[in-house]
């Protein structure tokens, strides 16, 4: 049995733990067994300890195998345990595996499938004709058609998309840019045309006002005929008129999604630097890097921000610049399908490792395990917070600043 393998004296100093934090305030106690973290719980925050060396850690293992364990703890439900053992209640409950949503391994596959040809696509890719065809249909029909040409020069838009999409300079912002500086952000910008841009829209009018059918039976019958051909050709220029602004409507969507995916990245793009600017100033107590350029950002907010809907922002981009950077940061990827929403990023892919998963299918159209992704998950967090602070140090290092920040800062 799995409780029946583990030192007694683990469940000596669980228990006792216990008994010594009841009155305390605290109401949990949380171990990270392979980073030696601790943390105590209580309402309104947290304190997290680790221990300032590994050799102090050394000692610790060395001094804790000479302490004498007091009692001897077995399971109710063991053959092996003795009269005077304090008994316990143990259950193994295996980890609830969320498995990767359908529509996310088949939006995965058509990226597989589009990666090699996403170059032969305008900078601006089409829009689906949302008349003509559901989404599936016009992933499948957008790969065919780009496997059929060589390269961007012979596209062409197809039945299916909407005609180019004519864009505009943004005029008039909230923040106040002038024109001269919004137009070298197009021009200078790693976002793209899209980072000043958007999309002309129409205004949305009424049915037309037409003579009554009870009106019109009242007319001659020549008359009547003249008034009837006039209304039916009014109707059927505003329900075409409707429609092809409905077209309009959904463009504006869709540019607006894509800039959306454009934002995130930017703003973890600013985060990060951030980041590295709290590294060099001293930080609270117990208070990462991390927490600090967070705290920073939900103070500068004035209340539009919190710290759960800033996690959202910065759990979205990472995936996002990930998806991003298999196609060498080429937006085209992820303008070519209106799927791919920063909510898809979150509530259809819905943990961390369902991601590793749906990263693999895009890159190989392989499928991993749960344990892989989990694996996969932890290397990239490790293996960034490890790379941006030696980074950091080696700068410090140069200056001649004795300066130190360890990968665990960072996470």
């Not at 981009?317 to 085209?332: G, K, V």
Request: hydrophobic content about 35%.
């Amino acid at each position: 049995m799995l409780a029946g393998s583990i030192d007694s004296q683990v469940f000596n100093l669980g228990f006792g733990i216990k008994a010594k934090l009841e009155d305390t305030g605290f109401t949990q106690f949380l171990l990270n067994v392979e980073t030696g973290e601790i943390s105590l719980s209580k309402p309104g925050g947290f304190l997290k300890v680790t221990s300032s060396s590994n050799e102090q850690m050394e000692v610790v293992k060395q001094g804790i195998s000479q302490v004498k364990t007091p009692y001897n703890f077995s399971c109710i439900e063991s053959d092996n345990h003795k009269s005077d053992d304090l008994k316990m209640k143990a259950k193994f409950f295996k980890k609830e595996i969320k498995l990767l949503n359908s529509s996310a391994i088949k939006v995965a596959f058509d990226l597989f499938k589009i990666i090699p040809h996403i170059k032969k696509l305008p900078i601006l890719p089409p829009i689906r004709d949302g008349t003509l065809l559901n989404s599936v249909q016009y992933r499948k029909k957008l790969w065919e058609y780009l496997s059929g040409i060589k390269d961007e020069s012979e596209f062409r838009f197809f039945q299916g998309t909407l005609l180019k999409v004519e864009t505009r300079p943004i005029e008039n912002p909230p923040s106040g840019a002038p024109d001269e500086f919004i137009e070298k952000i197009i021009s200078l910008s790693e976002f793209g045309t899209l980072s000043g841009m958007q999309v002309s829209t129409e205004v949305v009018l009424p049915s037309p006002t037409i003579y009554t059918v009870h009106y019109l039976l009242t007319l001659e019958k020549e008359e009547r005929l003249i008034k009837r051909k006039e209304i039916i050709k009014n109707l059927c220029a505003h329900i075409c008129y409707s429609i092809n602004s409905q077209n309009k409507d959904r463009a504006s969507q869709d540019i607006a999604r894509r800039r959306l995916l454009r934002f995130h990245v930017s703003t973890l793009q600013s985060i990060r630097k951030l980041e590295m600017y709290c590294a060099i100033k001293p930080r609270k107590k117990h208070e990462t890097i991390k927490s600090q350029a967070v705290r920073k950002i939900i103070n500068r907010s004035d209340g539009k921000l919190t710290g759960k809907s800033l996690t959202l922002i910065i759990q979205r981009a990472h995936r996002i610049e990930r998806l991003l950077n298999l196609a060498e940061f080429d937006w085209r990827l992820l303008d070519v399908y209106e799927e791919l929403t920063p909510c898809f990023f979150t509530s259809t892919i819905n943990s961390c490792h369902n991601f590793e998963i749906f990263l693999e299918l895009v890159k190989s159209n392989t499928n991993i395990s749960s344990d892989d992704a989990e694996k996969r998950y932890e290397d990239w967090k490790k293996s960034g917070s490890i790379l941006r602070a030696e980074q950091f140090n080696k700068l410090c290092e140069q200056a001649g600043i004795n300066i130190r920040i360890s990968s665990e800062d960072l996470e």
